[in-house]
């Protein structure tokens, strides 16, 4: 079975660990958008991998990983990446592949992110400061660099010093200094020694696998609510998190997938700006966010936490033609008396049961809850039946009301505490 696991809302919702339980079932793992700001953490015994670029597939030996040619490519994060993977004991060896027609991310791009959200204030977006907008941004403006680039040098310093020449016109409405086209030349023919062993035209390999009847599992990058598309935009990421970026981002047809994994969290999180109608910013949000180590994998920043929105879940189940739920951080709800979860929103004195697309329309929206009773504890259950009662009408609630079955109920967040159903 080829199945997706992609999140069903704003990200960090702890696909990390879905795909890592999944990958036992699959035979190549393939990421398919976003770039290094994403941040996947998985707990394997005492040892917790944090992963931005390369498949959380790479932990379990054997298995084939593949970075799609819809992610952007951060040549230096990538590898120290792979350094840290190998110092901790994991031997990438021949198993990781990388798409020839990724767009790498450049010096440009990083500075440019970080310089446009200083001018924005108040208003910016909230990026990782990665590059990863302005790599996409070059990209469908026809002038991004890809991974093949770097296997003709004369092409890679020929579209260097061309991007260079654009560049430095606006570094001075910017307020940055001018990119020397020879130093960034120099960086990336480096780079390009180091990352020729993994570059494969993973289109055409990719395509075999699904021919050759191997299981293929696509793992996604941040959540449905910040598609570029589908999200809470301009509130969103650079990429499409959602469904259709698995065919974009690989060149595997959509006969290729079998079944869509949402991956839930038992509560709602976001990171950056944005509208967010179900937050907490009182003691118990503070509360969750500690218990639930709610701070980036990638930058540290805290999250914003607030009760689980099933409008935002049942829209994403929509979208993305959701087949399976996985219910992950449970344990961190324990121990409260009571727990509340939206199920609509007022606006203007109307119930509404939709996401307004208009942003000033839905940062208007306020929750309307329904209350459900707490419970001891769900920590490293490893039985569905064993649950406590008021955990199991909480998860049937959420099936009940998005239409679809929670498959994987995870109680912990070590790769073992979890229940399959």
Not at 333 to 359: A, F, H, M, N, R
């Amino acid at each position: 079975m080829n199945r997706l696991v992609l999140g069903a809302q704003w990200g960090d919702e702890g696909k990390g660990k879905i795909v890592d339980i999944l990958t036992e079932e699959a035979d190549v793992i393939v990421r398919y958008q976003g770039g290094s700001n994403a941040g996947h953490t998985v707990c394997v015994s005492d040892k917790t991998f944090i992963l931005h670029l390369i498949p959380s597939g790479i932990l379990h030996p054997e298995k084939i990983c593949v970075i799609g040619n819809g992610v952007v490519i951060d040549p230096k994060s990538f590898l120290e990446e792979k350094q840290t993977l190998e110092d901790l004991g994991i031997d990438i060896g021949e198993r990781l592949l990388i798409s020839e027609k990724a767009h790498l991310v450049m010096p440009y791009h990083k500075e440019f992110d970080a310089r446009r959200e200083a001018i924005l204030g108040s208003s910016k977006i909230g990026t990782t400061k990665r590059g990863i907008g302005p790599a996409y941004t070059d990209k469908h403006a026809r002038m991004g660099i890809r991974v093949c680039d770097l296997l003709n040098l004369e092409v890679l310093k020929s579209k260097i010093e061309e991007n260079v020449k654009e560049i430095n016109r606006l570094c001075e409405l910017y307020e940055i200094e001018p990119f020397d086209a020879g130093k960034i030349f120099d960086e990336y023919r480096d780079y390009a020694e180091k990352l020729k062993p993994y570059i494969r035209n993973t289109v055409y390999y990719l395509n075999g696998v699904f021919k050759n009847k191997r299981n293929i599992l696509f793992e996604g990058a941040q959540g449905s609510m910040l598609d570029v598309d589908f999200g809470t935009y301009p509130f969103v990421t650079s990429s499409h998190p959602t469904v259709g970026g698995a065919f974009t981002g690989t060149g595997l047809p959509y006969k290729a997938l079998d079944s869509v994994v949402a991956v839930v969290k038992a509560y709602t999180t976001r990171v950056g700006n944005g509208p967010f109608p179900s937050e907490l910013t009182n003691e118990l949000g503070q509360k969750i966010r500690d218990k639930g180590a709610e701070y980036g994998a990638t930058t540290g920043r805290p999250r914003r936490c607030g009760w689980l929105d099933l409008v935002v879940v049942k829209y994403a189940a929509m979208i993305n033609g959701v087949d399976e739920i996985a219910l992950t951080k449970l344990d961190v709800l324990d121990g409260l008396d009571e727990i509340e979860v939206c199920v609509g929103y007022e606006y203007e004195g109307k119930k509404i049961g939709y996401i307004p697309s208009q942003l000033e329309e839905f940062e208007k929206c306020k929750p309307i809850y329904k209350t459900f009773k707490g419970w001891d504890s769900t920590k490293g259950v490893l039985n569905y039946d064993d649950l406590p009662e008021n955990a199991r009408k909480y998860i049937e609630y959420i099936e009940w009301f998005v239409g679809v079955k929670v498959s994987i109920v995870s109680t912990g967040a070590k790769r073992e505490e979890t229940i399959r159903r």
